[in-house]
Structure formats: C-alpha cells, structure tokens
C-alpha cells in the first residue's frame, strides 16, 4: 500500500464514468480505503496488462491515456484512463485520473 500511496497526490480527483452517462467521484482518501479493502478482502489481484494509446509531457504535467481491463466491482470490463500526472519530488504521481468504462 505504501508504494501505491505514492503515485498519487494528497490532492487526487478520480471519475469513473459509467456506460449510461453516471458517474463517481472519488479523492485520495476513498480511492486507499477501496484498494486496502481489497487487499483485507483477499481479492484476485488485478488484471495488470495495459494498452497504452498516448503520453505526453507539458511543462510539469504529464498526460497518459490507455486502456485496461480491470474489476472494480462488476466484473472484468474494458476501462479507458486519461491520467495527469505533476512531478514531485523527482518522481511523477497522478494527481487527477478520469476513468470511461466501456459499454458491453
């Protein structure tokens, strides 16, 4: 968990939208407790294969898009992220992340 505590900011904005137009937000806060839960719960690890489609650095932040296919609840299901990511302290951590899952 402390690993995955730094790739992300205290500042972290996370939206999930749904295929129906819903959406979730979540900060940094929420977006630990539900990995911890996780992890306490003994879930399967997640899906780590990832198609990256863009990544792009501006000034001090860093643009990522990519496609994954993961379970957050419902089942394994194709999920685009838009990540943006700021350099702190020599490292790059993901301050806002913007997630699209996609229709069946």
């Given at each position: 968990m402390d690993e995955l505590a730094q790739c992300y900011t205290p500042d972290l904005q996370i939206v999930i939208f749904q295929p129906d137009g819903s959406f979730t937000a979540f900060d940094y806060a929420q977006n630990m407790a539900f990995f911890q839960n996780?992890?306490?719960s003994g879930a399967a690890a997640l899906n780590t294969a990832v198609k990256f489609y863009y990544a792009q650095r501006q000034g001090g932040t860093g643009y990522v898009s990519a496609m994954r296919r993961m379970d957050l609840g419902a089942g394994e299901q194709n999920i685009l992220f838009t990540l943006m990511l700021r350099q702190e302290g020599g490292r790059w951590r993901v301050f806002r992340e913007h997630a699209?899952?996609?229709a069946a």
């Open positions: 996780l992890r306490d699209h899952i996609q």
